[in-house]
C-alpha cells in the first residue's frame, strides 16, 4: 500500500515516485541526488504533458528556492485549473535551489555582461563592484532570490553606521545608486522578482537636496586659501584642481582625470565613456581655465597624484586643510559646482536681463534635456558656452580680486 505523501515524510521517503492522494497527477519523484515534484495531465489536444515544478531539499534554509508539499499542491492545482478553463499553460524552466545564483554569483554575471558589452558605465563600473560588494558582504553567499527588502535595509543601515569605517549616510545613498542598475538587470533576467532598490527608501543626504552656494567673499577666500596648500606636490595640484573646478564647472573626477592631450586649441573635449551622462562633452576653456591645468605631455594628467601616472587621491584630506585654511566649512567640492552655476544664472546685461541663459548653463552642466524637445533639440552650443565660461571667468576674476592683496594666479612657481 502506496505511504501518504506528508510534509515530515518528504525527508526520508525512498528513491521511487511517490503519487500524492490530494491533487491527480501530481507526484513526488526521488533519485539518488534530487527530489523532484512533476505533474503529469492531458493538455491541449488530448496529448499527455509533463511539467517539472519544482525541487525538495531536506533542511533547507529559510528563503530557498526548495518546494515543500503545500507549495507543490498549490503549483499544480494553478496549472490543472489553466487546463480546465482551457488557457495554455507556459512550462518555466526550474532551477535547482543548490544551482540558484547567490548574491555574489550575481554581482559576478552582471560584470561579464557589462565587461562583454563594452556598453556605457565601465569608468565607474569598478567602484561601482567594490561598493556593492563590501556593503553586502554578509549576504554574499546567499541565494540572490532570497536576499530580501529586510536585508537591503541591514546593509544600508550598516554603511550609514560606518561600515569599515568609511559609513556615511552618503556612502548608505552611493551604496544603493550602485545597487540599483544591478538588480534592475537581474529582474529583467528573471534572477529576482524585484528590483528592491526602487521600493526602499534612502537614508542620507540624498534625500535632502543640497543647496549651498559659495558667496563673493567665500569663493574669495577659498580661491586665496588653496595657494597656501603646500604640504606636498599633490596638495598644490589640488589646489590647482579646485581652482579650476570653480571656473569651469564639471564634476570633480571628470576634472581629475583630465589629460594634456584631451585639451586641443583651448578646448576640452570629455568623451562618452568619460561623462556621468555618457555623453560626449566639448567645452572652450577660458584663459584663467587653462592657467590651472599646467603643461605636461599628451598623455600625462593635468592633476596628477603621488604615484605615476595615477590619478590625485586624499580628497577628504585636502579638503580638511583648504578648510581650516581659509575658514570656510560647511561646503562640499560639489558644491562649487552649483556656485559657479548660480552665479552665472545671477550675473545679467546693462538691461538687467539675464546675462547667460538657462539652457546655455544646462548644456555647460552637460545635463539631458526632458521631455518632447529631447526629441528636437540636439545643438551642442559650443560657442554660446564658451562665452558663458568667458562672462563667467571674468566675473570670478573681479571676485577674486575685489578683496585686495589676493595672491595672483599668473607667473606661478612649478606645481601651483
Given at each position: 500500500?502506496?505511504?501518504?505523501?506528508?510534509?515530515?515524510?518528504?525527508?526520508?521517503?525512498?528513491?521511487?515516485?511517490?503519487?500524492?492522494?490530494?491533487?491527480?497527477?501530481l507526484?513526488?519523484?526521488?533519485?539518488?541526488?534530487?527530489?523532484?515534484?512533476?505533474?503529469?495531465?492531458?493538455?491541449?489536444?488530448?496529448?499527455?504533458?509533463?511539467?517539472?515544478?519544482?525541487?525538495?531539499?531536506?533542511?533547507?534554509?529559510?528563503?530557498?528556492?526548495?518546494?515543500?508539499?503545500?507549495?507543490?499542491?498549490?503549483?499544480?492545482q494553478?496549472?490543472?485549473?489553466?487546463?480546465?478553463?482551457?488557457?495554455?499553460?507556459?512550462?518555466?524552466?526550474?532551477?535547482?535551489?543548490?544551482?540558484?545564483?547567490?548574491l555574489?554569483?550575481?554581482?559576478?554575471?552582471?560584470?561579464?555582461?557589462?565587461?562583454?558589452?563594452?556598453?556605457?558605465?565601465?569608468?565607474?563600473?569598478?567602484?561601482?563592484?567594490?561598493t556593492?560588494?563590501?556593503?553586502?558582504?554578509?549576504?554574499?553567499?546567499?541565494?540572490?532570490?532570497?536576499?530580501?527588502?529586510?536585508?537591503?535595509?541591514?546593509?544600508?543601515?550598516?554603511?550609514?553606521?560606518?561600515?569599515?569605517?568609511?559609513?556615511?549616510?552618503?556612502?548608505?545613498?552611493?551604496?544603493?545608486?550602485?545597487?540599483s542598475?544591478?538588480?534592475?538587470?537581474?529582474?529583467?533576467?528573471?534572477?529576482?522578482?524585484?528590483?528592491?532598490?526602487?521600493?526602499?527608501?534612502?537614508?542620507?543626504?540624498?534625500?535632502?537636496?543640497?543647496?549651498?552656494?559659495?558667496?563673493?567673499?567665500?569663493?574669495?577666500?577659498?580661491?586665496?586659501?588653496?595657494?597656501?596648500?603646500d604640504?606636498?606636490?599633490?596638495?598644490?595640484?589640488?589646489?590647482?584642481?579646485?581652482?579650476f573646478?570653480?571656473?569651469?564647472?564639471?564634476?570633480?573626477?571628470?576634472?581629475?582625470?583630465?589629460?594634456?592631450?584631451?585639451?586641443?586649441?583651448?578646448?576640452?573635449?570629455?568623451?562618452?565613456?568619460?561623462?556621468?551622462?555618457?555623453?560626449?562633452?566639448r567645452?572652450?576653456?577660458?584663459?584663467?581655465?587653462l592657467?590651472?591645468?599646467?603643461?605636461?605631455?599628451?598623455?600625462?594628467?593635468?592633476?596628477?597624484?603621488?604615484?605615476?601616472?595615477?590619478?590625485?587621491?586624499?580628497?577628504?584630506?585636502?579638503?580638511?586643510?583648504?578648510d581650516?585654511?581659509?575658514?570656510?566649512?560647511?561646503?562640499?567640492?560639489?558644491?562649487?559646482?552649483?556656485?559657479?552655476?548660480?552665479?552665472?544664472?545671477?550675473?545679467?546685461?546693462?538691461?538687467?536681463?539675464?546675462?547667460?541663459?538657462?539652457?546655455?548653463?544646462?548644456?555647460?552642466?552637460?545635463?539631458?534635456?526632458?521631455?518632447?524637445?529631447?526629441?528636437?533639440?540636439?545643438?551642442?552650443?559650443?560657442?554660446?558656452?564658451?562665452?558663458?565660461?568667458?562672462?563667467?571667468?571674468?566675473?570670478?576674476?573681479?571676485?577674486?580680486?575685489?578683496?585686495?592683496?589676493?595672491i595672483?594666479?599668473?607667473?606661478?612657481?612649478?606645481?601651483?
Amino acid at each position: 500500500m502506496a505511504t501518504k505523501l506528508t510534509a515530515v515524510a518528504l525527508d526520508t521517503l525512498p528513491e521511487g515516485i511517490h503519487k500524492d492522494h490530494v491533487v491527480p497527477g501530481l507526484s513526488f519523484h526521488v533519485g539518488k541526488k534530487r527530489r523532484t515534484w512533476v505533474l503529469r495531465y492531458l493538455g491541449q489536444g488530448g496529448r499527455q504533458a509533463t511539467d517539472k515544478l519544482g525541487n525538495f531539499v531536506p533542511r533547507a534554509p529559510e528563503g530557498s528556492l526548495s518546494m515543500g508539499l503545500a507549495s507543490a499542491r498549490e503549483r499544480a492545482q494553478e496549472i490543472l485549473a489553466r487546463v480546465e478553463a482551457g488557457v495554455p499553460v507556459a512550462q518555466e524552466k526550474v532551477a535547482h535551489p543548490k544551482d540558484a545564483l547567490t548574491l555574489g554569483q550575481l554581482f559576478n554575471a552582471y560584470e561579464k555582461m557589462k565587461r562583454a558589452k563594452a556598453t556605457k558605465g565601465l569608468k565607474s563600473l569598478d567602484e561601482a563592484l567594490r561598493t556593492v560588494r563590501r556593503c553586502c558582504a554578509d549576504y554574499i553567499d546567499l541565494p540572490a532570490h532570497a536576499f530580501s527588502k529586510a536585508d537591503l535595509k541591514a546593509a544600508r543601515d550598516k554603511a550609514a553606521a560606518g561600515l569599515r569605517k568609511k559609513g556615511s549616510p552618503q556612502m548608505a545613498d552611493r551604496f544603493m545608486d550602485y545597487l540599483s542598475p544591478i538588480l534592475n538587470w537581474a529582474a529583467k533576467e528573471d534572477h529576482i522578482d524585484l528590483n528592491l532598490v526602487s521600493v526602499t527608501h534612502k537614508v542620507g543626504p540624498g534625500l535632502v537636496k543640497r543647496k549651498r552656494v559659495l558667496s563673493e567673499a567665500e569663493i574669495r577666500k577659498v580661491w586665496a586659501a588653496t595657494f597656501k596648500l603646500d604640504s606636498s606636490p599633490e596638495a598644490r595640484v589640488y589646489g590647482r584642481l579646485i581652482r579650476f573646478l570653480l571656473c569651469v564647472p564639471q564634476r570633480k573626477m571628470e576634472a581629475a582625470t583630465i589629460r594634456h592631450g584631451d585639451i586641443i586649441d583651448g578646448q576640452w573635449r570629455i568623451r562618452e565613456e568619460d561623462t556621468k551622462s555618457s555623453r560626449e562633452h566639448r567645452l572652450k576653456l577660458p584663459a584663467l581655465a587653462l592657467e590651472q591645468l599646467g603643461t605636461g605631455k599628451a598623455d600625462e594628467l593635468c592633476f596628477p597624484g603621488k604615484f605615476e601616472g595615477k590619478t590625485l587621491g586624499g580628497f577628504s584630506k585636502f579638503k580638511t586643510a583648504l578648510d581650516e585654511l581659509s575658514g570656510v566649512v560647511g561646503w562640499r567640492q560639489h558644491d562649487l559646482r552649483r556656485s559657479a552655476t548660480t552665479w552665472m544664472q545671477e550675473m545679467t546685461g546693462e538691461d538687467d536681463m539675464p546675462a547667460i541663459p538657462q539652457e546655455v548653463v544646462s548644456a555647460i552642466m552637460n545635463h539631458a534635456i526632458k521631455g518632447a524637445d529631447a526629441h528636437y533639440l540636439h545643438a551642442t552650443l559650443a560657442k554660446p558656452k564658451a562665452r558663458a565660461l568667458e562672462l563667467w571667468c571674468t566675473e570670478l576674476d573681479r571676485i577674486i580680486k575685489a578683496g585686495g592683496n589676493v595672491i595672483p594666479y599668473t607667473n606661478l612657481p612649478s606645481g601651483y
